[in-house]
């Protein structure tokens, strides 16, 4: 009798699960490949990664990790198993990534993202599991960011970890002056200070109208934020916050406190060394050091003293080389920035260069190629990432614990001649080359019925050939 | 406004510069003579050999010893291969290397408008290109005759040339007509010309082969540069045509086979582009024409949206059509020519054909067999020595002779 209930319950769940669809693979599984490279030591020769649901159970040699009897197995004796790629910083897979006002930290970047965007299916396409997608540089203080998985037909079903922080720009937005640009970076945090001051002052003498504007806006006096608490943070205190229920500061500048309290993350963009030094400077003075990474521009490598003072991580431009030329001699001098982080001892992640086959790996490759180990190419793009978005136990790494995302190469993954075979998200197989039609499309031709030629495809490249013809002009991303 | 500036600052530097290197000479008589040494040789020639030490004296190569000692000091696991071979590098980019005042220009070569102080040629000789073939830039509909040159040596054109295979260049499609506009309703500019379309592009090219081909019977038809358009006819000018889409490559390969037709001439074909040679692989294969391709462009699209399928190369190559590849002179890192071989060979094409694409045919394109292409005794001592597998992303490449001299 009690079997049987147990056996009922067990029919229970499992009609459960087969209700929630394809969008949740709840089996355990086995994958079988002929080299492992867990990112967490040493490839694996002749590996297994278990999983159950959407997670990694156990990562090992064949011999050592046993399959259970009910894991669904996938062989690949060929193929080399890596963790997904993961994007440290991204604009693309939004709609128009720029906003014209200067200070909205108030916005949330999952409102422009398109989840069937190409960029999304190319991430899939080269091995990226994870991106950080952010707004674009032309800005003051933009929006908070989200970190997607590059599957799913909703923003919520892409969703890995939303609200992952804040794009700033140090470099000067159209229409503004370096001066300028730092004076309304400032400004906005005086606005919040003159605000929260202004709350506290208006509780002591008990008038009450932040409570009746929030009550008017229908915001909900719900759980912690119905509550005041004192505030956090390394850089200014306002005494007395306490008093005041976190739901009645101006929503437009909530994130703003969060981001001063150290629980907000900062993405900085950085176009030039020579902004490097006022963007530490106004991290300081609002608590936000700890919690910034730079995104930087190219030639930003010569303010890597100062970076590493400030024990700053950096997300470094696409562009792997620097050039410059001496205006008098035409001498080159081209420096290979990563090595120039590497050797400062800054912590640093590797970006894509384009939505297409310039894709993480690729960037990971040429790096090799101008002599970082191969090692730290990979953890660049991989670890390091990971650990800039405060993620590092769900990706970045094939461990216990992990989220089950895994790519299958059918040989290097740094290879020109390699390619993505299979991919897996949370253990769901959302991706093989073999029902690939837009990557046949590439390759063989033709194009598939019912498919559309890239748009984005077609303006990206002529746009290459027009412009790019000259290295030493620096491109300005947004 | 602008570009006059650049252009005076430009000239203003290499004045400057021609001015400031009285050492030149010395550096020209600088020795040529020297061994390297690597794990693995690629010869171009059909080859693979195993620890190879080749010698070379006066900028040729002397002997190639393999099973030879690797000496202290020097890395395992390098490769040498020939110099690679650039036939569409693109090395004239400014308009001013171009006569914009007439549509046909054969007269013109473009021997006279290249700049050898540029730092291009250093970054192409880095990027492991040792030879280009420098061709008039497409901005009217035939630009005018090619030069071929190392990408290092004498900064004194007579002596930097090589004495090759000529090529009339010009283009079919967009490019020559694109900002091009009637004379009406627009202010009075070296714009208002044509063709402003790609029929009146084609337009130009029939009418200066058939003017050519009749002048000597008729003589009021005899234009400036007709006799280079006859030496093509005749077959001892190569014509090379920019054509990147289907159409474009189609109209060209007509126009080819209507010379023969009517008479005039069995025309020597390449088509410098051919991104869409995919999509009638066969009309090239019957009429003879190969393709020097553009480079693979991640997103499938190339110049003009015509769109370049990865197979491309492969496909040429099974077919039997003569093929080079180009980086239509790009030097940063994952654009060179030697990245383009690599993806040709995600594409398909095996490591050995690859190799031929950059060397030993684009050589033989050039009636240069003799001197370049390929490392055996007796050939140029041009050279590239990579770190690892060449073509893949993760090899550098470590050092690249022009002539027996290693490139700084």
Not at chain 1, 243 to 249: C, F, L, Q
Not at chain 1, 413 to 435: C, E, K, T, W
Not at chain 2, 154 to 171: E, P, T, V
Not at chain 2, 180 to 208: D, F, H, K, L, Q
């Amino acid at each position: 009798m009690k079997l049987l209930s147990h056996s009922w319950t067990l029919a229970a769940c499992v009609g459960a699960l087969a209700w929630t669809g394809p969008l949740m693979a709840q089996q355990k599984q086995a994958i079988k490949a002929g080299t492992v490279i867990t990112m967490t030591g040493e490839p694996i020769e002749n590996g297994v990664i278990l999983m159950d649901g959407t997670r990694i159970t156990a990562v090992g040699k064949a011999d050592e990790v046993e399959i259970p009897w009910d894991a669904e197995v996938t062989e690949a004796p060929n193929m080399v198993a890596m963790p997904g790629f993961v994007e440290a910083h991204s604009t693309d897979g939004t709609d128009r990534t720029n906003e014209t006002i200067d200070v909205a930290p108030f916005f949330d970047v999952q409102d422009s993202i398109n989840p069937v965007d190409f960029f999304f299916e190319n991430c899939l396409r080269y091995g990226v599991t994870t991106v950080n997608i952010q707004q674009g540089n032309n800005t003051v203080v933009a929006a908070m960011g989200a970190v997607v998985k590059p599957f799913g037909h909703t923003v919520d079903l892409q969703m890995v970890y939303p609200q992952s922080g804040i794009k700033m720009s140090i470099s000067p937005k159209s229409g503004k002056s370096r001066a300028t640009q730092a004076a309304t970076l400032r400004q906005a945090f005086h606005d919040l200070r003159a605000h929260l001051e202004e709350l506290v002052e208006e509780k002591k003498v008990g008038n009450d109208r932040a409570r009746r504007e929030a009550l008017a806006q229908g915001r909900d006096y719900e759980g912690e934020d119905a509550k005041g608490r004192a505030m956090t943070g390394k850089g200014w205190i306002v005494e007395g916050l306490e008093t005041v229920p976190r739901v009645e500061i101006d929503e437009k500048m909530a994130p703003l406190l969060k981001v001063v309290e150290g629980k907000m993350r900062v993405f900085m963009y950085c176009g030039s060394p020579a902004e490097v030094h006022t963007a530490i400077e106004i991290a300081k003075e609002n608590g936000f050091l700890e919690t910034m990474t730079f995104v930087l521009g190219s030639g930003c490598h010569k303010a890597a003293d100062a970076i590493a003072a400030a024990k700053v991580p950096v997300i470094l431009s696409s562009n792997l080389v620097h050039i410059e030329t001496d205006p008098l001699t035409e001498e080159e001098t081209r420096t290979f920035e990563a090595q120039v982080f590497q050797d400062k001892g800054v912590t640093f992640a590797l970006t894509s260069n384009n939505s297409g086959l310039e894709s993480l790996w690729y960037q990971a490759a040429l790096a090799v190629g101008q002599g970082l180990s191969r090692e730290d190419a990979l953890a660049a793009v991989t670890t390091v990432p990971a650990q800039l978005l405060g993620l590092s136990d769900r990706v970045g790494a094939l461990k216990p614990g992990a989220d089950a995302n895994v790519v299958l190469y059918d040989g290097d993954p740094l290879s020109m001649r390699s390619q993505v075979q299979h991919v897996f998200i949370d253990g769901q197989q959302v991706y093989d080359r073999a029902n690939d039609p837009r990557l046949k499309h590439l390759l063989e031709g033709e194009q598939p019925k019912g498919t559309q030629a890239d748009p984005d495809g077609a303006r990206e490249e002529s746009a290459e050939d027009e412009g790019s013809e000259d290295e030493d002009e620096s491109k300005k991303d947004d | 406004m602008t570009r006059t500036h650049t252009f005076a600052f430009a000239l203003a530097l290499s004045i400057g510069l021609a001015t400031a290197r009285p050492a030149s000479a010395q550096e020209d008589q600088a020795n040529n003579d020297g061994k390297v040494y690597a794990s693995v040789l690629h010869t171009s020639a059909g080859e693979t050999l195993k620890d190879v030490m080749v010698t070379f004296a006066d900028g040729k190569i002397t002997a190639i010893a393999p099973g030879s000692a690797l000496p202290d000091g020097y890395a395992e696991g390098l490769v040498l291969t020939a110099g690679l071979i650039d036939l569409s590098a693109r090395v004239t980019r400014s308009e001013n290397a171009v006569e914009q005042t007439n549509e046909v220009e054969s007269r013109l070569s473009v021997a006279n408008s290249l700049d050898l102080f540029d730092r291009t040629w250093d970054r192409l000789a880095r990027s492991g290109v040792t030879t280009v073939l420098a061709t008039p830039p497409d901005r009217n509909v035939v630009g005018g005759l090619s030069a071929v040159l190392k990408t290092q040596g004498s900064k004194d054109m007579a002596q930097r040339q090589l004495n090759a295979r000529n090529f009339l260049r010009g283009a079919m499609g967009d490019a020559p007509s694109s900002g091009n506009r009637p004379a009406w309703g627009s202010p009075n500019s070296i714009y208002n010309r044509r063709p402003t379309t790609r029929m009146g592009v084609e337009w130009e090219w029939r009418r200066a082969f058939f003017d050519a081909a009749a002048a000597p019977e008729y003589p009021e038809l005899e234009f400036p540069g007709a006799d280079v358009f006859r030496a093509v006819l005749a077959g001892n000018i190569t014509l090379y045509v920019q054509a990147f889409t289907v159409i474009d490559i189609r109209t060209a390969v007509f126009l080819k086979e209507e010379m023969k037709r009517e008479g005039f001439g069995d025309i020597q074909m390449w088509i410098d582009g051919g991104s869409e040679a995919w999509k009638d692989a066969q009309l090239l294969k019957r009429s003879n024409t190969g393709v020097v391709l553009s480079p693979f462009p991640s997103a499938g699209y190339s110049p003009e949206r015509s769109f370049q399928a990865w197979r491309v190369a492969k496909d040429l190559d099974e077919m039997g059509i003569p093929f080079t590849l180009s980086a239509h002179g790009r030097t940063e890192p994952g654009r060179t020519l030697a990245d383009q071989a690599g993806r040709a060979m995600r594409g398909g094409l095996s490591f050995e054909k690859a190799l031929a694409a950059v060397t030993s045919a684009p050589a033989a394109v050039l009636g240069l067999e003799d001197r370049l292409g390929t490392v055996e005794v007796g050939k140029d001592a041009d050279f590239v020595l990579w770190s690892g597998q060449p073509f893949e992303l993760t090899s550098r490449i470590i050092g690249v002779w022009v002539d027996g001299r290693q490139v700084q």
